[in-house]
């Protein structure tokens, strides 16, 4: 008895742990985008790539301030022949000489930059513009992401919704056998024609087990972008999808021009690389500082010091730079001209993409209304046909013909629906404006 009550636990155990391990997911187009902006290996990089630089200019900025060193010294004299000279008139006399075996030396110095050919200024405009370039870089990796996101999203919504369109028609199939079977026990309808609809219900069982292997396949791929249990299914209701309308839409290139970020971000590079040019420009100058210190000095039984400040100012200029300098300021303008042609090379792609994405998303509208439009024909078709056939007026090829075409229209309407909205979002995204839509401050 306790061992049929043993059973009967791991029974129900294996049961729950198979329904966990199965786990659904309700997951809305925009809690999907925002997941992948908090999990995204490319986001994160990014982000992290924005924080160095922003460190780095951290650094650049702390060269405004002065440079203050302090030293020491203690060293040991071991036998130090020791000659004092002085002005005294018996210099030969047989004065004995100290002991020195010791010295003690301390150090404070301070050296404050005044002018370096404006290499400081320069610099930090150099590592600013490089800091914004990377933060829009950032928001460009975000766009990128999002309609990643997007795709995954779309296509597993149109597997879902194949999956399940399928699934009717197939229960429409096996009642037709059904029916058919027992037509042909009664000599109703010939051998033929119960095969016709058992070779129907077999080409609709491969079908469903193709749209089923596609579905679990994208779902995965959604599942590990989003950093999820790959176990989880993820569920996508209608109105997880259309749930907003389509306003402002673009019509040419000048919104990418605007809000392109990595467009934007070029731009910023070039603007570092202008700046470039400056810092090494500033090698034709010669750096002015103003410096001071402290020192205290103790030689055992010969001198000691104390409170021995100074300060002045103090210059230096590095001569072979009139002749070395010029290469480096060749280097740094060239540089400069490769960001200008990138720019150049960019702008022409974003313009000839946001072309494609208005031409592609005015196609899937066009598609959207002719499917809806089929949906109809394909309906209506196949009633017609029905009752014909019902009426002897039509054979089996035709009722059969025009149940995959009634299916095959509700298909492509589903998808061609998902197109328009997928098609829009890559029309926001080549137009820089995809990260609004979704509200970036979330994150």
Known sequence: MKANHLILFGVLFLGITSIEAQEKKSLSL??????????????????????????ELQSVKNNIYPDLKASAQYQRLTKASVNMKTNSSDSN?????????????????????????????????VSDNL?????????????????KVINYYAALYKAQKTVELLNE???????????????????????????????????????????????SVVNYELTSFLKLDPKT????????????EMNNIPTDENPALENRKDLEAIRLQEKASQASIKVARSGYYPSLSLIGGYTTLDLKNVVTVQNAMNFGVGISYNLSN???????????????????????????????QVQKAIEDYDLAVKQKGVYAQAVEQATENYRILKDKYDNGLADTNDLLEADVEQ????????????????????????TGQLNQTFNLSKI
């Open 233 to 244: 299914i993820i569920e996508i209701r209608e109105s997880d999808f259309y749930n907003f």
């Open 322 to 352: 009139i002749f070395k300098n010029a290469t480096e300021v060749k280097v740094a303008k060239s540089q400069a001209e490769e960001l200008q042609a990138s720019e150049m090379m960019l702008t022409d792609y974003i313009k000839v």
């Open 169 to 215: 028609n197939y229960k429409s199939a096996q009642q037709r056998v059904k029916d058919f079977t027992e037509l042909e026990k009664n000599e109703i309808v010939p051998k033929n024609d119960l095969l016709k609809t058992q070779l129907q219900l077999s080409k609709v069982q491969l079908s469903l087990d193709q749209a089923k292997s596609n579905l």
């Open 131 to 147: 800091y914004q370039a990377e933060t829009a870089n950032a928001l460009q990796t975000k766009e990128e992401t999002a309609m």
């Open 30 to 55: 925009d809690e999907a985008i925002h997941l992948a902006w908090e999990k995204s290996n490319e986001v994160n990089l990014a982000n992290a790539k924005v924080t160095t630089k922003k460190y």
């Open 407 to 430: 299916l095959s229209s509700k298909i492509n309407n589903t998808v061609a629906k998902a197109n328009v909205i997928q098609k829009y979002y890559n029309l926001l995204s080549v």
């Open 93 to 125: 006399s047989d004065n004995k000489a100290p002991n020195v075996d010791q010295l003690v030396l301390g150090q404070i110095n301070a050296t404050l930059p005044i002018f370096s050919g404006f290499k400081l200024k320069n610099s930090i405009k």
